[in-house]
């Protein structure tokens, strides 16, 4: 393939150069078609349905390099599918005493949809350290700032306080939700063998005593579970693995929309330790690892929906559901590999200004802490009566321009209570410390 034809990803800087890019494009396909198809042979004979030579020789002659992707690609559309014209090649590659050992008993889904699994562990065996990874370093952030007071916002306004420390265990417990999810899907992954109808019949006829021995010896070869049965059109391994792959997008936009919130010029509360240039104007820092994650976790439900409505798959083999499932699986594993990478390196070099926290805390000049205040002079007033004082005070400190503990200080009602004490803002956020070291419990 030219370098012209080439998907380098140019429209796709999430993914660029990145290993998952690596693990999924069209020479990891390849090899790992390649892999599926030797592991056949190197399982039949284990069982005695193919000589040792033959496993060896068709495994030699699996070799990626041997083979031409753009010749497959082109060949791909008079079959449908690329594994047809890659049979073609690897019979001839193994010579014509071993040759009839290629392919031996399978259909073109077995070896396609075994070789995606393949794909997908390998995507995920790089994913799942860069979701560690970003976790190690939120965990750090929550625990440095267990205690730094920050706005609460909910609809977008100032709600009441919180601490940074609590907004980044959150995000760290989300991170740990995809780490856990992708472990699962990761270790379920399954081999596909079920011949031409999901029967097996063909390695019967070919001598198998028990032909459901040679899944299980199939997925040993590869590393793969075995199926408890031929799944072609029984899809939930590929439903786990969009579920998985969405929710982690999903998990790392979460980060990314917050930061990219809070780093807004006006809020300015965290900041991208690099951030990236503008073509127009030098004074720019853009928050660009978070722009790419963001931009990740909008896409990836799409295509996850696609392969959600690929379950609805006719018959023993389908047409067109199994074969519209190909490209946006790959592009999900693609996309989140990239996501995974960006949110790790963002996590690690975040930077965080608490003294603009403050700031922006102390803006509404006390009004963050109106339920708190109600909350806590309920005792001394009655619940009715703080919050009459409360909403009375508030108004009149937003009609004034004067901060609200400085109004309730005139109040006779509470002159005896100690405003300074009780507006703390790391009081005022409550148990966020003490939530946030239970999260931090979670490894």
Not at 83 to 109: I, K, W
Not at 317 to 333: F, K, Q, S, T, V
Not at 415 to 433: E, H, I, Q, Y
Request: charged share 25%; net charge negative; with cysteine.
């Amino acid at each position: 393939m030219t370098a012209a034809a080439a998907d380098t990803g140019l429209l796709a800087p999430g993914r660029a150069s990145s290993p998952a890019a690596e693990e999924a494009g069209d020479a990891a396909y390849l090899r790992a078609l390649l892999d599926a198809e030797a592991a056949l042979t190197r399982a039949q004979a284990a069982l005695g349905l193919a000589p040792e030579a033959a496993a060896s020789a068709v495994t030699e002659a699996a070799d990626p390099r041997r083979f031409d992707l753009a010749s497959l690609a082109e060949r791909a559309r008079e079959s449908g599918n690329p594994v047809v014209p890659l049979v073609a090649d690897l019979t001839r590659a193994v010579g014509e005493e071993h040759g009839p050992y290629v392919h031996r008993g399978a259909t073109s889904q077995d070896i396609m949809d075994t070789g995606t699994m393949l794909v997908a562990r390998r995507v995920l065996a790089v994913v799942l350290p860069d979701l560690e990874r970003c976790a190690r370093a939120l965990g750090g952030l929550a625990a440095e700032h267990r205690d730094t007071p920050m706005a609460g916002r909910t609809l977008t306004q100032h709600a009441v306080p919180t601490t940074f420390g609590l907004k980044a265990a959150g995000w760290r417990s989300l991170v740990l939700d995809a780490r856990d999810r992708a472990t699962a899907v990761r270790d379920a992954l399954p081999a596909q063998l079920g011949g031409a109808a999901g029967t097996l019949a063909a390695f019967t006829a070919y001598g198998a005593e028990d032909a459901t021995a040679l899944p299980t010896a199939y997925a040993r070869e590869l590393g793969l579970c075995a199926p408890a049965l031929p799944w072609h059109t029984l899809r939930t391994p590929v439903a786990d693995l969009a579920g998985c792959l969405a929710f982690t997008a999903g998990a790392l936009g979460k980060v990314a929309a917050d930061v990219l919130t809070l780093s807004r010029t006006e809020i300015a509360e965290v900041s991208e330790g690099s951030g990236g240039g503008s073509s127009a104007m030098p004074h720019k820092a853009n928050p660009v690892r978070a722009t790419l994650v963001a931009a990740a976790a909008r896409r990836a439900p799409q295509l996850a929906a696609t392969l959600y409505g690929a379950s609805a798959a006719e018959d023993e083999r389908p047409a067109g559901a199994w074969h519209a499932e190909w490209e946006p699986l790959r592009d999900l594993l693609r996309l989140v590999g990239g996501a995974t990478r960006d949110a790790a390196e963002l996590a690690g070099e975040l930077r965080v200004h608490p003294d603009a926290m403050r700031r922006n805390l102390d803006l509404t000049g006390g009004l963050v802490l109106s339920e708190w205040l109600t909350a806590s002079l309920t005792p001394v007033l009655g619940r009715a009566r703080a919050k009459e004082l409360l909403t009375e005070t508030a108004r009149r400190a937003r009609a004034e321009g004067r901060p609200l503990v400085e109004l309730l200080a005139d109040e006779p009602e509470v002159r005896d209570v100690d405003l300074d004490a009780l507006t703390d803002p790391v009081r005022c956020a409550g148990s966020a410390g003490v939530l946030t070291d239970r999260a931090l419990e979670r490894r």
